[in-house]
């Protein structure tokens, strides 16, 4: 028999109180998965940033050097025809076949910034270096010639430990590539 309450109402087995808990529970799952789900089939989408749908393909240029150091333009080349492909999701083309080309131009490439210094005052030397590399770029879409995306004096740096200035290298590069897929990504 069902144990009276103060109020004089009949108090449920906690079973059944488990039960309904579950079922609303369910319910609100259920109806949860179907209103999300249900978005696809709405005119109104949630679409993030991209390039336009008529981008497939990509060509990466090996970028013009205005600077003393030559290997920084097939560092910044391969890094970027690796990870431009692959983060904006695009196969890879020659320059005659691509959809879209990227070019620029390495403007600017200081190593000698420093950051830190060694506390031990007889040493004048550096414990931390930083480098900066300055970049124009653009993203052009060859069929109809007009610039998807366009940045000049993109700046990036890399911080290096001294005698290490490709590892800061490498840093900046990826910040630049970086850059690049944020502005590429964020103009539609």
Do not use: H
């Amino acid at each position: 028999m069902p144990s009276l309450r103060p109020s004089g109402r009949a108090e449920r087995p906690l079973a059944r109180r488990r039960a309904s808990v579950r079922g609303w529970a369910l319910a609100l799952a259920l109806g949860a998965t179907v209103s999300v789900g249900g978005c696809r089939f709405s005119p109104y989408k949630f679409q993030g940033g991209g390039l336009p749908p008529n981008i497939r393909t990509m060509a990466v240029l090996p970028f013009e050097n205005d600077t003393p150091v030559p290997e920084l333009q097939r560092e910044l080349f391969e890094a970027m025809r690796r990870e431009l492909q692959n983060r904006l999701n695009l196969r890879d083309a020659s320059e005659a076949k691509a959809d879209a080309i990227v070019r620029g131009t390495i403007v600017r490439y200081d190593i000698d910034v420093p950051v830190g210094f060694s506390s031990d005052p007889t040493q004048a030397t550096t414990a931390r270096r930083q480098l900066q590399l300055v970049v124009d770029v653009a993203i052009i879409d060859q069929g109809s010639g007009r610039t998807l995306w366009e940045k000049k004096g993109l700046t990036a740096k890399g911080e290096y430990a001294e005698q290490n200035e490709a590892g800061g290298r490498r840093q900046a590069i990826e910040e630049v590539i970086a850059d690049i897929i944020e502005g590429a990504t964020s103009q539609w």
